[in-house]
């Protein structure tokens, strides 16, 4: 199992950093606010899960790496210097390799972003959301509008020519002069790549707990609609190409970690709640960063090798939450749901050289069912939605899951 896992190739490395400073309202992340005194046994604790990945004659290749969050710009430079200086020991970092790192506005500086970028990192997502005060404060996010349009500027000087903005779309009370003024916004910056996200009131949050006592009004999801349908043209008008669902870029700067999530690609998760796909399974780490640490320093005093196989590796490794292992239908079902999110589709020929089997022939029932209802057409050789399926995606997604 051990050199298949080699043999796959390079893969992609996630970390992640679950601290921020106050939990965002909408937020259903894994992320914990006030334990910033964890920091530095949480980096060692990365660093040491690491060094169970690394082999002794080998080390795994990476291609892409992603730090998100939480805030991972919460983490002081000489945290980050910590990790990044172990990723290079432990791993074979691609020459060019995508190093990117998120950062919320109201936490970054020129002098740090210039120790992340003189450190490797070299594409940047700034969390912005929206260009509104109002609409930041319902969020719970820390920071302002112009904050955020300084960071952008910050970024710039201190020598990213690689950088993201988020924003969210459908809050309570948005309306659709407020979010052409931020989709306008952000496009006068210029940013490479931009990244739309509709609110989701995931249960448990204080924004979806105030929607249900009624303090504030539910989403409407018919504007909702409107506000991507109007943000597709704008872009379009601005040069951006629409290559996923929720992402636009300036042409060759499409996020080559996220496409490596949509392709099905092996990839491999570090750090509290972190998941992993990677040799035919797919594991995840503990969530709680209080009971990862101590968990990942008795991982690595255990005896389990990797060369011993991928099963037994991952059940000796006691922060291991679960782990599952792919069965055929599963993997095929993930590569159709995961490639119909990008906006060229799913190759149809790529899909048969990985499976031995012809999409249709799999899957014909629920693709001429999809296809009858305007959701789904074959262009190019591809499988793909239409405008109106990206609408409806996971109307689409669920015709192929297994039951």
């Not at 119909?340 to 629920?366: C, T, W």
Request: with cysteine; charged share 20%.
């Amino acid at each position: 199992m051990p050199m298949d896992i080699m043999s796959e190739g390079s893969v992609s490395l996630y970390l992640h950093i679950p601290f921020c400073q106050s939990k965002c309202s909408y937020c259903d992340f894994n992320s914990y606010a006030g334990l910033e005194s964890l920091i530095a046994p949480y980096v060692s604790a990365l660093i040491a899960e690491m060094g169970l990945w690394q082999q002794p004659s080998q080390h795994m290749s990476v291609a892409t790496v992603f730090v998100g969050g939480g805030t991972p710009s919460l983490l002081p430079l000489s945290e980050v210097e910590r990790i990044v200086t172990a990723l290079r020991q432990r791993f074979r970092l691609a020459a060019d390799a995508e190093v990117s790192c998120e950062a919320n506005p109201g936490t970054i500086d020129r002098p740090y972003l210039q120790g992340l970028r003189s450190l490797g990192v070299n594409r940047l997502s700034l969390g912005v959301q929206s260009f509104h005060d109002d609409e930041l404060a319902t969020l719970g996010r820390i920071h302002t509008a112009a904050e955020a349009r300084e960071a952008y500027h910050t970024a710039r000087q201190a020598g990213f020519d690689n950088v993201n903005l988020d924003l969210i779309y459908g809050l309570p009370c948005q309306t659709m002069t407020a979010w052409q003024h931020t989709v306008r916004e952000a496009i006068a910056l210029q940013p490479d790549h931009l990244s739309l996200y509709a609110l989701s009131l995931d249960e448990g949050t204080p924004l979806a707990d105030a929607v249900a006592q009624g303090r504030l009004p539910p989403p409407d999801a018919d504007l909702a609609a409107d506000m991507y349908l109007w943000a597709e043209d704008a872009l379009a008008a601005a040069g951006y190409q629409h290559y996923e669902i929720s992402n636009w870029t300036l042409p060759g700067r499409q996020c080559r970690h996220n496409l490596a999530y949509w392709l099905n690609e092996p990839y491999l998760g570090l750090g509290a709640g972190a998941h992993s796909c990677l040799g035919g399974f797919r594991f995840a780490n503990v969530k709680d960063p209080r009971r990862y640490i101590p968990l990942v320093e008795e991982s690595a005093k255990s005896d389990g090798r990797l060369a011993e196989g991928l099963a037994p590796f991952l059940a000796g490794l006691g922060h291991i939450a679960s782990a599952e292992q792919m069965t055929p239908a599963r993997a095929m079902a993930e590569t159709v749901v995961l490639g119909l999110r990008l906006v060229e589709g799913l190759p149809l020929e790529g899909f048969r050289r990985r499976f031995g089997q012809e999409l249709m022939s799999v899957y014909g029932p629920q693709g001429e069912e999809l296809e009858g209802l305007g959701l789904l057409e074959r262009v190019d050789g591809c499988l793909r939605l239409t405008p109106r399926g990206r609408l409806l995606g996971n109307e689409a997604f669920l015709r192929f899951l297994p039951d």
